[in-house]
Structure formats: C-alpha cells, structure tokens
C-alpha cells in the first residue's frame, strides 16, 4: 500500500470517527431536549381506564372473551373524550378490541401506552389516543426525526468535502516523494549525477537537496576514479614499454650466443 493511500486512510478514519461522535451526541442532546416537550399528561385517566378494563376481565371469568362485542368495555376504553380511539391488545400481542375511528396503527403509534395487570401478572395492553396528545405527540417525533435527517444529511456532506480535503492533501503532501522516486530509481541504475525536482522549502526540499548533493558528490568521485585509473594507465605505460623492449632485446641476444657457444665446443 502506497504512503498516499495511507495517509488518506487514516485521515477517512479520523473524519469518519469524528462525525460519529459529532453525530451521536447531537442526538443525544437533541433528543433529551424533544422528549421534556410538554404533552398532555393522561396517566390518571389511562390508569383509571386500565383498573375499570381489569375488573371486566375479572368479572368475564378471568377472560377477553366477547369483550369486542361488549359496548360496556367500549365505552370504558373510549373514556370521556369524544375524539378518542382505543386499541386493547392481550399479553400475546393479539387484538382484544379496538374502538373509535383511528386505524390500529396510528393508534399504537402516537397514543399513550397502559399496561394492565392484575395480581402481579401481565393480562393486557391498553394503548389509548386522543387529538390534543396525538397532536403534541406528532410534532416531537416530527422534530425528532428531521433533526435525525438534518443531521446525518450534514454529516454525509461535511464527511465528503472532508474526504476530498483529506485526498487532495494526502496527494499535495506526498507529490515530492513521488518526484523523487524516479530520480532514486536512475541513479540506482548507475546513471550518476541524475538530480531531483526540489521544489518544497519543508523536509521533502531538503531531502531533495540531500539527494542531489549525493547524486553530484558520487560523480564526482567516479570522475576522480577514472581520471586516477587513466592516469596511472598512463604512468605505467612508459616504463612497461621500456620493459618489454628490454625483454626483447635480451631474448634476441640470448638466441644469437647460444649457437656460437655450441660450434666452439664441437670444435
């Protein structure tokens, strides 16, 4: 992996970390704040509801049975307000009776949620709407989820112009190494004096400087050597000549005694 690519990648992370914890703790203040909205309080009325749901099931044999068709636990369920809706729902999550003109889903939605028990055990779930709580109830989810979608939208467009900062400066900052390389990978191949681009004041300049200061001094020193082998080639040319010739001239000699020497004996 490239030190371009790293670079970037650990800028995405530190930016992707930021905006999560940027993110989670708007949220969470955001939302502290949405659920201390004032809704209308039904918590008597809905615990009063639920004791009167209780004692119809007690008095039905400990059962819902036929409590859709009793207009009795309608009216019960639908308490006081004539705008109300009410879903009852058994321990099982199954439909025991649902009344008014709001459909189940609305219903469980955005209205107040009652558990009923009797005896300590869980026998039903009494979920009951009304306009005025509906309504105050809409807008705090309302505001809650578009500050959720405000939110992430911000983070989503501030997390990409951060990531093409992060790349463009990834790239800016490791341009010298990559006019550098070149320049290594000549010299590297024996082609001395080569000399780099030094186009930054930073360390990347002086590194740049440094290596063509080496590049320079190395051909110089390869200069030196081949003008000194020159040099003593030149040197010791004359008297290995001289030598040779010296060589030479004593074999001949030798070539021209040896017969003589040999007549004088046989005579």
């Not at 502290?32 to 007690?58: C, K, M, T, W």
């Not at 309504?135 to 911000?154: C, E, F, N, Y």
Request: aromatic share 6%; glycine share 8%.
């Amino acid at each position: 992996m490239t030190i371009r690519r790293r670079l970037f990648l650990a800028m995405a992370g530190l930016i992707a970390l930021m905006g999560i914890i940027f993110a989670g703790l708007t949220l969470f203040v955001a939302r502290g704040v949405i659920v201390h909205f004032p809704i209308a309080d039904r918590s008597a009325e809905l615990r009063a509801i639920a004791e009167q749901a209780a004692n119809f099931y007690v008095e039905n044999g400990n059962s819902w049975s036929n409590a859709a068709q009793d207009d009795r636990l309608k009216t019960v369920v639908l308490g006081k307000r004539q705008d109300s809706s009410a879903l009852l729902l058994a321990a099982d999550g199954s439909a025991i009776l649902h009344a008014g003109d709001k459909s189940a889903g609305m219903i469980r939605r955005f209205g107040a949620r009652e558990r009923i028990e009797r005896d300590g055990v869980h026998i039903a779930d009494l979920y009951y709407y009304d306009e005025e709580a509906a309504r105050l109830k809409i807008i705090q989810l309302g505001v809650g989820d578009s500050v959720t979608v405000l939110l992430l939208a911000s983070v989503a467009v501030v997390g990409l112009i951060a990531l093409a900062a992060a790349w463009r400066t990834a790239r800016r900052l490791t341009e010298p190494i990559h006019a550098l390389m070149p320049a290594i990978e000549r010299l590297g191949a024996g082609e001395l004096g080569v000399q780099a681009p030094a186009v930054t004041r930073d360390e990347f300049g002086r590194l740049a400087a440094a290596f063509n200061a080496m590049s320079t001094q190395l051909m110089r020193y390869e200069t030196a050597r081949r003008n000194q082998t020159a040099d003593i080639a030149h040197e010791l040319r004359t008297p290995l000549a001289i030598m040779r010739g010296q060589l030479e001239e004593l074999q001949q000699r030798g070539e021209a005694v040896r017969p003589g020497c040999c007549r004088s004996r046989t005579s």
